[in-house]
Antibody
């Protein structure tokens, strides 16, 4: 069965970096795009970034441009989210999710999420 | 403020039909398909509707979606207690980023 598992969350200080990982299984990982979506405490879902199946295209929400970098290693069935210059407002549960179709923001399988807490 | 506007809350009694609206603009809903997600407490979000009205396998036909112009809606018929949770509309924006609505909390009375 299709599964996605995030890891790498934790408590960090503002201004530092953290790298999240998303490992996929049960499907041909290299054929699917992957999104990151976050939910801050008490807030709604916020789309963060997406990477195409082959890594050829990457898009970001304005608030993380220049600070976050998404990448993938299809040989390891893994997508990474490198988060730099972290801010208190980046505190959230981060989910990775499989993309149904390009330019659709449609995600059919989600991980359980990993919590990132940025202390100021 | 979210790019897509949803009512903060809706409620209904078991068996009733409720609808959740989602309003956007020409660069998002107006030119891209709409998706709906259900997010129940303590679980990962779940895709309910994609491509405006299509249901993934396993999603009951009690859930239906529609879109007209720059607005979309999700209808839930035969409301059940287990439907209680948060619902989000989502789409792509032509400025090359994904967007979500602010979310609607559904309460089953």
């Amino acid at each position: 069965q299709v599964q996605l598992a995030e890891s790498g969350g934790g408590v960090v200080q503002a201004g530092t970096s953290l790298r999240l990982s998303c490992v996929g299984s049960g499907f041909t990982f290299s054929s699917w795009g992957i999104h990151w979506v976050r939910q801050a405490p008490g807030k709604g879902l916020e789309w963060v970034t997406v990477i195409w199946y082959d890594g050829s295209k990457k898009y970001y929400v304005e608030s993380v441009k220049g600070r976050f970098i998404i990448s993938r290693d299809n040989s390891k069935n893994t997508v990474y989210l490198q988060m730099n210059s972290l801010r208190a407002e980046d505190t959230a549960v981060y989910y990775c999710a499989r993309d149904v179709a390009e330019y659709s923001n449609s995600m059919d399988y989600w991980g359980q999420g990993t919590l990132v807490t940025v202390s100021s | 403020q979210s790019v897509l506007t949803q009512p903060p809350s809706v409620s209904g009694t078991p068996g009733q039909r409720v609808t959740i609206s989602c309003s956007g603009g020409s660069s998002n809903i107006g030119s891209n398909s709409v998706n709906w997600y259900q997010h129940l407490p303590g679980t990962a979000p779940k895709l309910l509707i994609f491509n405006n009205y299509e249901r993934p396998s396993g999603v009951p036909d009690r859930f239906s979606g529609s879109k007209s112009g720059t607005s979309a809606s999700l209808a839930i018929s035969g409301l059940q207690s287990e439907d209680e949770g948060d619902y989000y509309c989502a789409t792509w924006d032509d400025s090359l980023n994904g967007v979500f609505g602010g979310g609607t909390k559904l309460t089953v009375l």
